[in-house]
């Protein structure tokens, strides 16, 4: 039999949150008291008022195609809310609404890559980047960053990276996995080399809702106008308004890029769901007090749970400033209790602790595990306390 597979897939690494999940899931079916901090998805409903529009959308008709792009109404109210929240101007030929976030980022990197194009992705990354610009033909480059730089890279180290293949810089913040924020001025350097340099920013602010301690979210894309000519922010209601199974999010940038992305997914998508859609233009033009409250909880849980992690032995935790997950290098608890490496001891965590956590490796940071704090304050601590117990029953000076 002729090969199957074609040569595009041969080297994906699946989804390491999802795998993580999904064995969580598994356990659970069995009947173990599993603790799954592995989802990245906050733990609330939808708002009523956007079940409410959506609901009505249907009986009210609508429930055919509608242009590939989005429709129109959901475009204005993106616009709208670009204008509010970041002080930012587009045209409607300027805004992508695509089926969730991830599918947008990768309708993205297939319209802007050639073959051997690289895009450089700062470690730790979100565990689809490189995938996604290997699927389009691109090389992932890398730039390390270290706890003690708090998980960001800065303005030099991008432009030592910049080659003449280089065609864009992925800049994700708030961060997952890290939780960490870059400040207007660390954005406004790393721009300043973009122009130089003449390359695109792909600037991913899906947690731009989730900013504790009083910060304030910044796009890059506000620096300048010379700078938003050449970003492509992308966003979407998954994280604000806990939307993710809906699958809505949008990009916004430069009309040809994002004329071509419509067409790509005339071919791919046909449309985002329509439903959906009508649920995000409530979304963004209805209330906005869920969403803050939502943040609050967070925030609340951060407080609380960041110094009982931080407190278990070999658990050296970077104060997360945005986003829901913590990103604890967790090495020399790994080494101190037997285990020949960080995926070892995630596993363990999971079989013999019963608490599910991402191991770094997924994020470029094999000496850390990722948890995620969306979930209810009381697993948080039963987790927290699982893992201590864990640790110190096991710990071998």
């Known amino acids: 039999m002729k090969e199957l597979l074609a040569n595009r897939v041969k080297t994906l690494t699946p ?3 999802l795998a993580i999940t999904a064995k969580a899931k598994e356990l659970k079916s ?3 008291d599993v603790i799954g901090l592995g989802a990245g998805e906050p733990d609330f409903n939808t708002p009523k008022n956007i ?3 959506a609901a009505k959308s249907m009986y009210d008709g609508h429930t055919k195609y509608t242009p590939a792009g989005g429709l ?61 610009v290997k699927l389009a033909g691109g090389v992932p480059v890398y730039i390390e960053s270290t706890s003690e730089q708090n998980y960001k890279i800065t303005a030099s180290q991008l432009r030592e990276t910049i080659t003449d293949k280089t065609k864009a810089v992925i800049i994700n913040s708030p961060s997952n996995p890290s939780g960490m924020v870059y400040t207007r001025e660390e954005l406004a350097e790393i721009a300043a080399v973009a122009v130089e340099k003449d390359i695109l920013i792909v600037s991913d602010e899906i947690y731009e809702k989730l900013l504790y301690n009083g910060l304030e979210h910044f796009s890059i894309a506000q620096v ?58 409530e979304a963004y033009n209805g209330s906005q007090d869920s969403v803050e409250e939502m943040r609050r909880a967070f ?47 995630a596993t363990a965590l999971l079989t013999e602790a019963n608490v599910a956590v991402v191991p770094g490796s997924g994020f470029g940071v094999p000496t850390t595990i990722r948890l995620s704090y969306a979930t209810s304050l009381e697993l948080l601590e039963e987790a927290v306390r699982r893992i201590d117990q864990f640790v110190k029953s096991k710990w071998q000076d």
Do not use: C
């Open 15 to 17: 989804s390491a949150t």
């Open 30 to 32: 069995q009947g173990i």
């Open 51 to 53: 079940l409410d529009a």
């Open 72 to 132: 129109p109404a959901l475009k204005q109210a993106i616009i709208e809310k670009l204008a509010r929240d970041n002080k930012l101007e587009y045209k409607p030929n300027e805004i992508l609404v695509g089926v969730g976030a991830k599918h947008v980022l990768y309708t993205l990197f297939q319209v802007i890559l050639n073959e051997g194009d690289e895009v450089i992705i700062p470690i730790p990354y979100w565990v689809s980047y490189p995938e996604q």
């Open 224 to 281: 300048s106008e010379e700078v938003k000519s050449r970003t492509i922010v992308i966003n979407g209601v998954a994280k604000s308004h806990s939307m993710t199974g809906w699958r809505i999010g949008y990009a916004a940038g430069n009309a040809q890029i994002i004329n071509s992305m419509a067409d790509l997914a005339s071919h791919s998508t046909s449309n985002p769901t329509t439903t959906s859609q009508h649920a995000t233009i």
């Open 299 to 345: 925030e609340a849980r951060l407080e609380t749970i960041y110094p009982k992690l931080n407190a278990i032995p070999g658990f050296r935790v970077v104060k997360p400033q945005g986003a829901f997950y913590f990103l604890p290098d967790v090495s020399e608890a790994a080494e101190k209790t037997g285990y020949k490496s960080v995926d070892d001891f």
